[in-house]
Every structure is written in structure tokens, then in C-alpha cells.
T-cell receptor, first 112, second 115 residues
């Protein structure tokens, strides 16, 4: 069965610093991969997705992620974060192309 | 504006009562989903529906029921059999081609508290 592991439950960083949020998945077949962001008491918003093709995926708000099939990873990166990036970030995988399996989330806190 | 609406935003229920959460979308999406979110647990799939009049259980369907009589509506009933219903509930939908077409779109959520 597919599963997703987000390696850090909380990540504190200073404003304008780079950040990497780590995501590993387990699957024996081809998958779709997603990163979502959730602001407090709101729904989820898609940041970026990998369906096929280039392994470097660019998303909204300056975020990007790299799909690494050999390491079964899909880490999210941003070169310079802002206070407004403070939120919870979820990695998700789909193996059957019908439903998503989510990780437990990483809370990113950007400090001034 | 196209999107997904969930109502109410906050819901309080007495123990032992059934309660129904509303989810409506005007995106003309075929597939709809219900998730439960608990702190530190991520999102867990309760039920999903790929087409009208058809739905499948997700990972934590016990104590919940759904219906899909219309394309735009996918209400979730939390029954008294659900032992720990206090949570944040999120509804989502995806368009033609399911996830292969891109993504799931999420509603703003309903926070259910059992008193």
C-alpha cells in the first residue's frame, strides 16, 4: 500500500532564508505527486504537482519540488521565504489515479 | 465564481446525534471526496464518489454515510456510531480525467465539535 512520510513535523526558519520540506513515499508503481498548503482554518490549496515529464516542478508563490524516483522523494524548496509562507504543508501521492494519500503535514513557521 | 462551498463553517452536536455536513460544487466535476483532518494526522479519506449514484469507502468510513444524488452535491452524515467525531472535515472535487487532469480542489472545511 502506498504511504507518505513527511520527515519534519515542524520547521522554523527566519525570513529570507531558504527552506526545504522533505517528503518520501512508498510505492512500487508510477505515481502522481502533489504538494498542498493550508492556512489556519482553511481548505487546502495546490502548490504544485508532478504527473510526468521533467522532474523539477515549479509551482505558485516561488516554490519548486524535485521528483527523485530512485530515492522515492519529492522535496519542496523555496530559496527565500516570507512571513506569509507560514502555514502547514502537505505532501500527497496517488498510485491509482483516483484518490490521494496524504502525509501528516509539516508546519512551517517563518520568523522575522 | 466557481468553487466548492461547505456549510456550516462551525457545527456543534450533542453526543448520540446524527449530523449532516453539506458540500456543493459548481465546477462541473465528476469526482468528489470527503476527508477528515485531526491535528498531526494529516488528511484521511472517508468516502469518495467518481460519478452520480455511486460512491466508495475510503480508509475510515465506519460511522459515516454519504449520498450522491446530484453531480454538484455530496453530503456527509456523521452518525452516532462514529466514536470520536470531533474534527475538521474537508470536501474536495476533481474534474474530467480525475487526478490525471491535475488536481483536487478543496472547500473551506467544516469544524465539527461534539459536546
Amino acid at each position: 500500500a502506498q504511504s507518505v512520510t513527511q520527515l519534519d513535523s515542524q520547521v522554523p526558519v527566519f525570513e529570507e532564508a531558504p527552506v526545504e520540506l522533505r517528503c518520501n513515499y512508498s510505492s512500487s508503481v508510477s505515481v502522481y505527486l502533489f504538494w498542498y498548503v493550508q492556512y489556519p482554518n482553511q481548505g487546502l490549496q495546490l502548490l504544485l504537482k508532478y504527473l510526468s515529464g521533467s522532474t523539477l516542478v515549479k509551482g505558485i508563490n516561488g516554490f519548486e519540488a524535485e521528483f527523485n524516483k530512485s530515492q522515492t522523494s519529492f522535496h519542496l524548496r523555496k530559496p527565500s521565504v516570507h512571513i506569509s509562507d507560514t502555514a502547514e504543508y502537505f505532501c500527497a501521492v496517488s498510485e491509482d489515479y483516483e484518490k490521494l494519500v496524504f502525509g501528516k503535514g509539516t508546519k512551517l513557521t517563518v520568523n522575522p | 465564481d466557481g468553487g466548492i462551498t461547505q456549510s456550516p463553517k462551525y457545527l456543534f452536536r450533542k453526543e448520540g446525534q446524527n449530523v449532516t455536513l453539506s458540500c456543493e460544487q459548481n465546477l462541473n466535476h465528476d469526482a468528489m471526496y470527503w476527508y477528515r483532518q485531526d491535528p498531526g494526522q494529516g488528511l484521511r479519506l472517508i468516502y469518495y464518489s467518481q460519478i452520480v449514484n455511486d460512491f466508495q469507502k475510503g480508509d475510515i468510513a465506519e460511522g459515516y454515510s454519504v449520498s450522491r444524488e446530484k453531480k454538484e452535491s455530496f453530503p456527509l452524515t456523521v452518525t452516532s456510531a462514529q466514536k470520536n467525531p470531533t474534527a475538521f472535515y474537508l470536501c474536495a472535487s476533481s474534474g474530467e480525467g480525475g487526478l490525471a487532469s491535475g488536481t483536487q480542489y478543496f472547500g473551506p472545511g467544516t469544524r465539527l465539535t461534539v459536546l
